[in-house]
């Protein structure tokens, strides 16, 4: 089991994206990362998620007013697939974000005709995160920014994002001081969850971390924490590794996400209006990765996981 979410991971580090976007952190991100681990990552968070029936809160959505109106594609397909997962081994979700993202995400979530409702938060929502902290059991953030020293969320270009963003961070820190689990999903550094390798990322990747480009200046990385961390080429990505992460403890490779469905939910998010964050576009692309692409990926994982839970073959020849 251990071996088949190793190659998981390593497989959420393989990239596929142009020019001018952030290329060639993955792979180091993951590595410190799972330096905080004594276990591949995606076990590690869906070991959080393997128990009984419990109020899972899941945190993602990301609008840009004139550009990503209703929010980018990638975090809403991940934390739709993961409530899935989660509705079938018993588990009662809500995606809480802004009121820009509700309306799509609660369609993706209709479409897997699941009980699964999403709640929005206010800007200056530290109560009403507060109330979501002391209601939910666990907390998992899908491509949802973390402020930065100075509590600012950044885009990886360095434009601030406060404005029109709830910032959850007050519910992660509160859920980590009152000892509920906690998960943190992202690629680029500016998540939440990226706090458990600040001290690293500001030490040694000063030339990413865009403070010259950040009015602030506390550049984009975020020190919000998480009890574990699971680093992707695309944040979706990692939320169906989690999931793959969850059918290998289980032993059930139904609950991994498919190929079909991962093509079917590109097309379905260009009728609900998500923008490919990659382009800036309206298209069946995620973060730059147009749709087969992350089929392949999903596949990829799904075999790992149906391989990984055959029979042992004994080869005599």
């Known amino acids: 089991m251990l071996i088949a979410a190793d190659n998981i991971d390593k497989l959420l580090c393989v990239e596929i994206r142009r020019a001018g976007l952030p290329r060639g952190l993955k792979w180091p991100l993951y590595e410190l990362a799972r330096s905080k681990l004594s276990e591949p990552m995606v076990i590690a968070a869906a070991r959080i998620l393997d128990r009984p029936p419990a109020r899972v809160a899941l945190v993602t959505g990301a609008a840009v007013p004139d550009h990503m109106p209703v929010g980018e594609n990638d975090g809403p397909f ?21 009121p820009e993202c509700a309306a799509p995400i609660q369609a993706l979530l209709d479409r897997y005709e699941i009980p699964a409702r999403v709640e929005t938060v206010s800007l200056q929502g530290h109560r009403e995160q507060e109330a979501i902290c002391d209601a ?61 390798i600040h001290r690293e990322l500001s030490a040694d990747w000063a030339e990413f971390a ?21 680093v992707a080429s695309t944040s979706n990505l990692g939320a169906y590794a989690v999931v793959a992460g969850l059918a290998l403890l289980r032993g059930d490779p139904s609950l991994c996400h498919t190929a079909e469905d991962e093509v079917a939910l590109h097309h379905v998010g260009v009728g609900l209006g998500l923008t490919d964050g990659g382009t800036g576009s309206v298209i069946p692309w995620c973060d730059g990765i147009p749709a087969a692409s992350n089929a392949a990926y999903v596949q990829l994982m799904r075999e790992i996981v149906e391989q990984a839970t055959l029979a042992p073959r004994e080869r005599k020849f």
């Open 78 to 98: 991940g934390a739709a697939v993961l409530a899935r997962a989660l509705h079938a081994v018993g588990h009662e979700t809500a995606v809480f974000t802004d």
């Open 136 to 196: 939910w059991d666990l907390f998992v953030a899908i491509e949802r920014l973390g402020g930065n020293v100075n509590g600012v969320l950044h885009g990886v270009t360095g434009v601030p994002r406060s404005a029109h963003r709830a910032n959850f961070d007050h519910l992660f820190s509160r859920a980590r001081a009152s000892g509920k689990p906690t998960i943190g999903i992202g690629d680029g550094g500016n998540e939440i969850g990226f706090g458990n």
């Open 210 to 230: 865009a403070t010259d480009k950040t009015p602030c200046g506390g550049g984009i990385f975020t020190v919000v924490e998480t009890d574990v961390l699971v």
